[in-house]
């Protein structure tokens, strides 16, 4: 199998205990130097999505990503994901993404 130009995860759950199969899969990523890409949700309230959504540039979306990870530390997936591979010795990049979404929670006990 050829070496990939590029890795892409998306919300692997690492450092989890049950995704502890994901190490061999990093250490490789590292030691191979191949460019890796983990997608990991933040959880943003309804006012604050609204106040990202309304805000205009990248840089107020990562203002609020970068509290909300900084503010629920490892319980926050993004958080634990850029702490695991700087364990391994990655050099990380965090970006918040330009593409917010969001979704109501139904409360009239209604399925979607």
Same mark, same amino acid.
């Given at each position: 199998?050829?070496?990939?130009?590029?890795?892409?995860?998306?919300?692997?759950?690492?450092?989890?205990?049950?995704?502890?199969?994901y190490d061999g899969?990093?250490?490789?990523?590292?030691?191979? !130097?191949?460019? +890796?890409?983990?997608?990991?949700?933040?959880?943003? *309230?309804? =006012?604050?999505?609204?106040?990202?959504?309304?805000? %205009?540039?990248?840089?107020?979306?990562? !203002?609020?990503? +970068?509290?909300?990870?900084?503010?629920?530390?490892? *319980?926050? =997936?993004?958080?634990?994901?850029?702490?695991?591979? %700087?364990s391994y010795g990655?050099?990380?990049?965090?970006?918040?993404?330009?593409?917010?979404?969001?979704?109501?929670?139904?409360t009239d006990g209604?399925?979607?």
């Amino acid at each position: 199998v050829p070496t990939p130009h590029l890795a892409f995860m998306s919300n692997p759950g690492f450092p989890l205990p049950f995704r502890r199969f994901y190490d061999g899969v990093l250490i490789h990523l590292l030691e191979k !130097s191949i460019p +890796s890409v983990i997608s990991a949700q933040v959880m943003v *309230d309804r =006012e604050g999505m609204e106040e990202l959504v309304a805000a %205009k540039g990248n840089a107020h979306a990562w !203002s609020m990503v +970068s509290a909300a990870m900084n503010e629920e530390g490892w *319980d926050n =997936e993004a958080y634990q994901c850029s702490e695991t591979v %700087k364990s391994y010795g990655a050099t990380v990049n965090l970006q918040a993404s330009p593409f917010p979404y969001a979704y109501h929670e139904r409360t009239d006990g209604e399925d979607w």
